[in-house]
């Protein structure tokens, strides 16, 4: 599997080095790479090893979006999203609502967190299906708006969960 992600980083300016000390890294995390796919685990590497290079902007939220669709982890055209941030409680859920409020259909998603040497990040993969470039476009052009809401609902861990958990609380009260 390294060996595919190795190929699936040629050109990325990542060393060899770096890649297998990022997998490393995620493997001593006891999150077992070989349960993901080569292709999110080739993302997972390209993100923690900006997150550990950019010592300025370590720990901040970074956002993946796949420039084509792809047939990963569906067998069917879909579009990829990834967000590494801080971990903490409702990360998963935070990304893959916002991506439900927004109207789309997460199909497909994969949590992982990553014991960094100065925190616990996680990482969440999601994906999309585009049934046509139409539609692919279209979530093209709300790419800007969907990362920046990723950004805020992945980054801001206390204010986000206890909205969430707000919501979820008048909807047991109104509707159950």
């Known amino acids: 599997m390294l060996r595919t992600v190795k190929q699936l980083l040629e050109g990325s300016g990542i060393s060899e080095k770096k890649i297998e000390d990022v997998y490393q890294l995620i493997k001593g995390s006891g999150r077992y790479p070989a349960r993901m796919p080569s292709h999110y685990l080739a993302i997972a590497i390209r993100m923690v090893h900006q997150d ?21 982890a569906l067998g069917r055209p879909s579009v990829t999203f990834a967000v590494l941030a801080v971990d903490g409680p409702g990360l ?8 439900h409020l927004m109207g789309f259909n997460v199909a497909y998603c994969h949590g992982v967190v990553i014991d960094e040497p100065e925190r616990k990040m996680g990482l969440v ?17 709300l790419e800007d708006e969907i990362e920046s809401l990723l950004l805020i609902v992945s980054g801001n ?4 969960g206890r909205l969430m958990m707000t919501e979820v609380q008048r909807i047991q009260h109104y509707h159950l």
């Open 157 to 160: 861990k206390e204010g986000t």
């Open 52 to 72: 550990l290079e950019d010592s300025k902007s370590s720990g901040a939220v970074r956002i993946h979006i796949s420039p084509e669709p792809t047939k990963y």
């Open 125 to 141: 993969f999601m994906e999309i299906e585009v049934a046509d470039r139409k539609e692919f476009e279209h979530l093209l052009s």
């Open 92 to 99: 998963l859920n935070t990304c893959t609502g916002t991506l």
